[in-house]
């Protein structure tokens, strides 16, 4: 029952990090002393804030399972947004 609410728990993170940092980059904006990369590029506020928060929880709580399967997630999140936004790129 513990796995099934760890990994539960990964899903839930990932979906409020995802939103969060869409909002912050998109919408709300940054201050102008947080204007420089991995902060205002949405691709790497993403990744960065789930490495972070995967690694904090998997090592505070000894959650192997969030840690692991979080990181691996935000890898492959941040590759399938790289691949969607170079594909999105108009080439000249």
């Known amino acids: 029952m513990m796995i099934l609410l760890q990994f539960v728990l990964i899903f839930v993170i990932f979906f409020i990090v995802k ?16 204007r420089y990369k991995p902060w205002e590029c949405n691709l790497c506020l993403t990744f960065w804030s789930l490495i972070t928060i995967y ?3 998997g090592l505070s709580f000894s959650c192997l399972y969030v840690m692991v399967g979080g990181i691996v997630l935000a ?3 941040a590759l399938a947004m790289w691949i969607s936004q170079r594909d999105k790129t108009i080439k000249i």
């Open 19 to 34: 939103w969060l940092a869409w909002k912050i980059t998109e919408e709300w904006g940054l201050p102008i002393w947080l």
């Open 55 to 57: 690694t904090a929880i």
């Open 75 to 77: 890898i492959m999140n």
